[in-house]
């Protein structure tokens, strides 16, 4: 989405904040540079549907111009320990730099409305687009291939849900509190989830070995049913999250 007006510099980023895959960058310092910058959390499937992209965007302008930040900002108490965080780095893959924002600094100074968020920053350091949530990743990459000069032909869809134009149907609200058990709408169903052991998700089990977001249940459209969550020794839920589904063809 275009910003409203094209003078809205970038914030800088705080002052002594941790980062992870590099040293602290500064945003003064990205002239002449186009920054992508996503707030997310590895605990919010939201985020990890998106990642893909940032990191294929990294792998394909990282050396022609561009700048990929992730900065991980806690939505879940099963995510606001840096060092699962920086774990997670490493599990998912994630090379480029991720600004560790655990006390919301550089979210407040944003104004951010959700996870994930994406902003990009053009060399003069002027926002030129901005998306909350899944989706618009072709018109994305248009923008960084425009602001850098470049043919664009964009990262395939990761998934049905990706294909510009697809019919989607709003999913049940994600279940913060007990009980999460209970009739729902979506297209998937995932927990988050910390500590270890295991649970059972309609009768299946998921192994817990780490603090992240699993999936439960996925189905191939948009699907009315009933999840039935049992949680075992050692594992704790903070929330049910749904995702959106194709509508029925």
């Not at 985020?47 to 022609?64: D, M, N, V």
């Not at 920086?86 to 979210?107: E, K, Q």
């Not at 075992?232 to 999250?241: E, M, T």
């Amino acid at each position: 989405m275009r910003p409203p007006v094209d003078t809205i510099l970038a914030p800088p980023f705080p002052a002594g904040a941790s980062w992870v895959n590099g040293e602290a960058l500064r945003m003064d310092e990205l002239r002449g540079r186009v920054v992508v910058l996503e707030f997310w959390d590895f605990c919010r499937v939201n985020s990890l549907r998106t990642l893909p992209y940032l990191k294929g965007w990294h792998a394909r302008y990282g050396g022609r111009g561009l700048v990929v930040v992730s900065v991980h900002t806690p939505g879940f108490r099963a995510s606001a320990n840096e060092d699962a965080v920086r774990a997670a780095v490493v599990r998912l893959g994630v090379a480029h730099p991720v600004l560790l924002d655990t006390n919301y600094a550089l979210w407040q100074d944003y104004e951010n409305a959700g996870w994930p968020g994406r902003y990009v920053w053009g060399p003069d350091g002027i926002l030129r687009d901005y998306h909350y949530g899944e989706g618009a990743y072709a018109e994305c990459e248009a923008v960084i291939c425009g602001l850098l000069g470049l043919p664009c032909e964009p990262i395939a869809p990761r998934r049905p849900e990706d294909v510009t134009g697809a019919q989607l149907v709003t999913p049940t609200p994600d279940r913060l509190a007990e009980p999460f058990s209970g009739p729902y709408e979506a297209g998937g169903v995932w927990a988050v989830l910390d500590g270890r052991g295991a649970v059972r998700a309609n009768g299946r089990e998921v192994a817990v070995e780490h603090p992240g977001v699993y999936p439960l249940v996925e189905h191939e459209r948009h699907t009315r049913s009933e999840l039935a969550l049992e949680l075992g020794r050692g594992v704790r839920c903070d929330g049910v999250c749904f995702t959106p589904g194709l509508a029925a063809g």
